[in-house]
């Protein structure tokens, strides 16, 4: 079963949570600039999937609190832990405070429909801890993703967020996404625009 079958066989009911608020990379580490105490590095045996939860849900309760449910904005540890069985997880930490997180995977498989190049990869759970925010971790996570994206053997990375999330699809579009499609799936509340970009070898945009 892929990450896509597993999100799109779950049907719920969102209104509650509205009511409530949504080669092997295992050795490498990178330290970024903008916070000198972060590093990052491949999701580990020991790490804690209950920890990487809260942080998604950190990370994307304030879209949630606007409307925009995002799944991993109220997921559970155990479709954490499936997510990350998808892909590579890579995690930024300050000390033991994790603070940022992005799950990658090249190929990735899309589902029937879904308006995605064949060979193309994709990466989901791209998360910053919201006290991190503007410190240009996200952008780091990011081009790390494309990086591995690159590197697994992918010329293109295809992904979606919600279409209603105008500061976060205009952030990506500065980066080189172009949209090429639209999407729904059964674990939010809005519908998706899918984005594109082609990669060069190293994993730059072109």
């Known amino acids: 079963m892929t990450v896509y079958s597993h999100l799109s ?28 105490s972060v590093v990052v590095r ?3 045996e020991g790490d804690s999937v209950a920890h990487l939860t809260r942080l998604l ?4 309760s304030a879209h949630a609190a606007e409307g925009r449910v995002f799944f991993a904005s ?14 590579e997880c890579w995690v930024a930490l300050q000390g033991s405070e994790l603070v940022g997180t992005v799950t990658v995977a090249a190929p ?10 064949a060979g193309s990869g ?7 801890d919201p006290s991190y925010r ?7 996570l990011l081009a790390l993703a ?11 990375v295809v992904i979606d967020t919600s279409a209603e999330a105008v500061d976060l699809v205009g952030w990506y579009r500065r980066r080189g996404y172009v949209p090429v499609g639209s999407w729904r799936w059964g674990v939010t509340n809005y519908e998706s625009v899918v984005l594109l970009k082609e990669l060069a070898p190293g994993g730059h945009g072109l």
Do not use: C, M, N
């Open 9 to 36: 066989r779950w049907r719920i009911s969102l209104r509650p949570i509205l009511d409530r608020v949504d080669g092997s990379p295992a050795d490498r580490s990178e330290r970024l600039g903008s916070r000198e």
């Open 42 to 44: 491949s999701f580990a």
């Open 57 to 60: 849900h950190r990370a994307y």
């Open 74 to 87: 109220y997921q559970s540890v155990e479709d954490t832990a499936y997510r990350l069985r998808q892909g």
């Open 108 to 117: 990735h498989e899309a589902p029937d429909g879904y308006p995605a190049p």
């Open 122 to 128: 994709a990466f989901w759970q791209l998360a910053v």
């Open 134 to 140: 503007g410190a240009g971790l996200g952008k780091r």
């Open 146 to 156: 494309e990086e591995r994206i690159a590197a697994l053997g992918s010329a293109q």
